[in-house]
């Protein structure tokens, strides 16, 4: 059943009350709408109280209230499918689950940490033997045998971070012209083989690396040598905000769309290679999945894939640069690629 309130503003809107997103919460900002899904899934909690479930609302009132300025002319793609589901009259418990199930979206113990991810969250399951790695290393790189050699492992980030997502893309599609695996896992020479040959004839590191407009340009390329109908969006930290961005790879996410990244500054994580001192900084990076505080979206963490591992860093420290914000990264701005196969609506 669907009930009827007036709000502050006195326009009549339609609520909710199974679920309590309301028509044209679509229409805020993308991480306003991805507040707006937590806290529906949080009020749709069984064990709520009448009197929480008044918290919860008022709480999501305030967000909109708060941001009656702050809209997007885009939607998240669940956003989509919420607005359809409300425009078909009701919301129930079980449609709102099957939309957040087929998002991959859950959410943890707390109810306002909300998750969402690659379907693999290890990106490429890579094995050599005993040993079993999440993603590719630079470190494997023999691009150029006997001549550049310690060249590519040293610059050759941004061409793992193309291989990982091709790779990607590769695997949960069955291409197996581009690269096979064996129960869902690759063999290290495999993936070698096709990270070479990125990194020699696609995304070719310069003396600081790989910058944004050679990956960007690269991967177009390779998507295209592939037959792939897939475009890329690249975005600047000086072009968006922060809240963007995150908003930005949250569907990408949804979509299982891997998300390449460079990690520029982050002063606050000063993550090390494992057994090495190379830090994780000017460094290009693979996202696979996403942890939304709903409350405090700044303690929203990502995961993502560098070294053959699988790091955890803070979004805002990263998409900031970390907490000194007055050093610039040596190739620019904060960049995040976005393979859009599945475009925002």
């Given at each position: 059943?669907?009930?009827?309130?007036?709000?502050?503003?006195?326009?009549?809107?339609?609520?909710?009350?199974?679920?309590?997103?309301?028509?044209?919460?679509?229409?805020?900002?993308?991480?306003?709408?991805?507040?707006?899904?937590?806290?529906?899934?949080?009020?749709?909690?069984?064990?709520?109280?009448?009197?929480?479930?008044?918290?919860?609302?008022?709480?999501?009132?305030?967000?909109?209230?708060?941001?009656?300025?702050?809209?997007?002319?885009?939607?998240?793609?669940?956003?989509?499918?919420?607005?359809?589901?409300?425009?078909?009259?009701?919301?129930?418990?079980?449609?709102?689950?099957?939309?957040?199930?087929?998002?991959?979206?859950?959410?943890?113990?707390?109810?306002?940490?909300?998750?969402?991810?690659?379907?693999?969250?290890?990106?490429?399951?890579?094995?050599?033997?005993?040993?079993?790695?999440?993603?590719?290393?630079?470190?494997?790189?023999?691009?150029?045998?006997?001549t550049r050699t310690e060249y590519f492992q040293?610059?050759?980030?941004?061409?793992?971070?193309?291989?990982?997502?091709?790779?990607?893309?590769?695997?949960?599609?069955?291409?197996?012209?581009?690269?096979?695996?064996?129960?869902?896992?690759?063999?290290?020479?495999?993936?070698?083989?096709?990270?070479?040959?990125?990194?020699?004839?696609?995304?070719?590191?310069?003396?600081?690396?790989?910058?944004?407009?050679?990956?960007?340009?690269?991967?177009?390329?390779?998507?295209?040598?592939?037959?792939?109908?897939?475009?890329?969006?690249?975005?600047?930290?000086?072009?968006?905000?922060?809240?963007?961005?995150?908003?930005?790879?949250?569907n990408a996410l949804m979509l299982d769309d891997?998300?390449?990244?460079?990690?520029?500054?982050?002063?606050?994580?000063?993550?090390?290679?494992?057994?090495?001192?190379?830090?994780?900084?000017?460094?290009?990076?693979?996202?696979?999945?996403?942890?939304?505080?709903?409350?405090?979206?700044?303690?929203?963490?990502?995961?993502?894939?560098?070294?053959?591992?699988?790091?955890?860093?803070?979004?805002?420290?990263?998409?900031?640069?970390?907490?000194?914000?007055?050093?610039?990264?040596?190739l620019g701005d904060t960049v995040m690629v976005?393979?859009?196969?599945?475009?925002?609506?």
């Amino acid at each position: 059943m669907n009930f009827y309130q007036y709000c502050e503003s006195n326009h009549l809107n339609r609520v909710d009350w199974l679920g309590y997103w309301a028509q044209g919460d679509g229409e805020y900002s993308l991480v306003v709408q991805l507040q707006l899904i937590g806290l529906t899934h949080y009020y749709d909690n069984p064990g709520n109280t009448g009197h929480t479930k008044a918290s919860i609302a008022q709480l999501a009132q305030n967000i909109r209230n708060n941001n009656s300025q702050n809209t997007n002319n885009a939607k998240l793609a669940i956003s989509v499918e919420l607005d359809n589901a409300m425009n078909k009259g009701t919301l129930s418990n079980a449609k709102l689950q099957e939309i957040l199930n087929k998002y991959g979206v859950t959410f943890s113990s707390s109810k306002l940490i909300m998750n969402t991810s690659l379907k693999n969250t290890n990106l490429v399951n890579i094995v050599s033997g005993n040993n079993q790695y999440a993603g590719g290393d630079q470190a494997w790189l023999t691009a150029e045998v006997n001549t550049r050699t310690e060249y590519f492992q040293s610059k050759g980030c941004g061409a793992i971070a193309a291989t990982n997502i091709l790779a990607y893309y590769a695997l949960k599609n069955d291409l197996n012209n581009i690269l096979s695996g064996v129960d869902g896992k690759v063999a290290q020479w495999k993936y070698l083989n096709l990270a070479n040959m990125i990194a020699k004839d696609y995304v070719y590191p310069g003396p600081h690396g790989v910058t944004d407009g050679v990956f960007d340009s690269g991967i177009q390329r390779l998507f295209k040598a592939y037959g792939l109908n897939i475009s890329t969006t690249v975005y600047k930290n000086k072009n968006i905000t922060t809240q963007d961005a995150l908003g930005y790879l949250a569907n990408a996410l949804m979509l299982d769309d891997p998300v390449a990244l460079v990690n520029y500054k982050n002063d606050g994580v000063m993550l090390k290679r494992p057994g090495d001192d190379q830090r994780m900084e000017y460094h290009w990076v693979t996202a696979t999945e996403l942890q939304i505080n709903i409350l405090d979206i700044t303690q929203s963490n990502m995961k993502v894939s560098s070294w053959g591992n699988i790091f955890n860093l803070n979004f805002y420290d990263s998409w900031n640069r970390g907490t000194n914000n007055s050093v610039p990264g040596i190739l620019g701005d904060t960049v995040m690629v976005v393979p859009n196969d599945g475009k925002l609506r």
